[in-house]
């Protein structure tokens, strides 16, 4: 999987099966209603599975950090800015999209994001140009010194894998602490 570095590290990591992809696929959004009721069930998917780590004696609930991989990537200024439970993020190949209905626009969230974020990407990617990227971490809300941008050699998916992990899991420790 893209994510197994965070537990080979000494992580946990849940991977919630949101609503619409995987298994839970349907058909795709017919429009804005269904785009916006799409995007509040996947928020809940991620919300109730944080509900679920806080019941683990394993798990220290109070580091948690989010990672995501392009459409999570997309998707992340909505969970970031309403669930404080969240203390920071790694969001890899993702930017900011404007075709969505206000309600669930990205870029409206972002500023009310407050973690630390480290947004990784591909040089060269199509489905999020250099210039939405910057807008991106321009619009969050998180002091300028606690977000960083790092642009790898590759297309959406950086070339780079172990620059990106590396990168992740620098950023894990330096705002969560270091694995014991």
């Known amino acids: 999987s893209r994510f197994d570095f965070i537990m080979r590290s000494g992580r946990a990591a849940i991977y919630p099966v949101y609503q619409g992809t995987y298994e839970r696929r349907g ?3 017919s ?6 009721d799409w995007y509040v069930e996947m928020a809940k998917d991620l919300f109730r599975a944080i509900d679920y780590l806080e019941t683990r004696t394993d798990v220290d609930s109070k580091r948690l950090g989010y990672y995501s991989l392009s459409m999570g990537a997309f998707f992340a200024p909505i969970p970031l800015a309403l669930d404080s439970r969240i203390k920071t993020a790694v969001i ?13 626009q990205p870029a409206n969230f972002a500023p009310e994001v407050r973690v630390p974020v480290l947004l990784i990407s591909g040089k060269n990617d199509f489905q999020a140009p250099p210039d939405v990227q ?34 992740a899991l620098d950023w894990y420790d330096q705002y969560l602490g270091p694995v014991k």
């Open 134 to 167: 910057a807008r991106l971490l321009e619009l969050l809300g998180t002091p300028k010194e606690h977000k960083k941008w790092i642009a790898l050699d590759g297309g959406h998916v950086p070339n780079d894998y172990r620059g990106l992990v590396r990168e």
């Open 27 to 29: 058909p795709p959004p």
């Open 92 to 104: 890899a190949s993702g930017g900011l999209r404007f075709n969505w209905p206000p309600e669930i």
């Open 31 to 36: 429009g804005d209603s269904d785009r916006r």
